[in-house]
T-cell receptor
Framework: DTAVSQTPKYLVTQMGNDKSIKCEQN?????MYWYKQDSKKFLKIMFS???????INETVPNRFSPKSPDKAHLNLHINSLELGDSAVYFC????????????FGEGSRLTVL | DAKTTQPPSMDCAEGRAANLPCNHS???????VYWYRQIHSQGPQYIIH???NNETNEMASLIITEDRKSSTLILPHATLRDTAVYYC???????????FGKGTTLSVSS
């Protein structure tokens, strides 16, 4: 079983559309994250959730809305997609807020045309 | 912003030890040094971390200088599969999230 799984792996869509990326972890961790890796390969933290509560929101546009239905899931919904949203989005989890051994998913490559 | 400085790229021959340096001259007493790597197109993978003592696990060794201003990640017998971007991260356990810098691209060749 994959520890942190993301779906879909690839997503191609038009500007202005709304899309979601789902993430699930089966490690029993309390904390989950979304990172964005752009074309220059910089990995940037977007959000973190601890036990379904939002902890970090790093100046991400309001078009991005994370949702955590339970502590094993952290989904990312993006409204009104823009060209600049094209990137690879990584979900990750850790034991708790202080844990820094993060387990990453394989990434979801979003291409906005 | 990342608090570490790493060379942008390094080469290593297969079977040789790969020594990846990292400078973290502004590290605080309660900050740990973490190493991750990202193999092409995959999610980052945790390697090792330490506070002030040297650490070793099945993947690598971490050598931290006595003044803690720099460290070296050692892959004792590099293989082609170790070709990746290696990130050195300084982190306070009370902090909120790992901040990744530019890392070092390690190329292992036969």
């Amino acid at each position: 079983d994959t520890a942190v799984s993301q779906t879909p792996k690839y997503l191609v869509t038009q500007m202005g559309n709304d899309k979601s990326i789902k993430c699930e972890q089966n490690l029993g961790h309390d904390t989950m994250y979304w990172y964005k890796q752009d074309s220059k390969k910089f990995l940037k933290i977007m959000f973190s959730y601890n036990n379904k509560e939002l902890i970090i929101n790093e100046t991400v546009p309001n078009r991005f809305s994370p949702k955590s239905p339970d502590k094993a899931h952290l989904n990312l919904h993006i409204n009104s997609l823009e060209l600049g949203d094209s990137a690879v989005y990584f979900c990750a989890s850790s034991q708790d807020l202080g844990g820094r051994e993060l387990f990453f998913g394989e990434g979801s490559r979003l291409t906005v045309l | 912003d990342a608090k570490t400085t790493q060379p942008p790229s390094m080469d290593c021959a297969e079977g040789r030890a790969a020594n990846l340096p990292c400078n973290h001259s502004t590290i605080s007493g309660n900050e740990y040094v973490y190493w991750y790597r990202q193999i092409h197109s995959q999610g980052p993978q945790y390697i090792i971390h330490g506070l002030k003592n040297n650490e070793t696990n099945e993947m690598a060794s971490l050598i931290i200088t006595e003044d803690r201003k720099s460290s070296t990640l050692i892959l004792p017998h590099a293989t082609l599969r170790d070709t990746a971007v290696y990130y050195c991260i300084v982190y306070n356990q009370a902090g909120t999230a790992l901040i990744f810098g530019k890392g070092t691209t390690l190329s292992v060749s036969s």
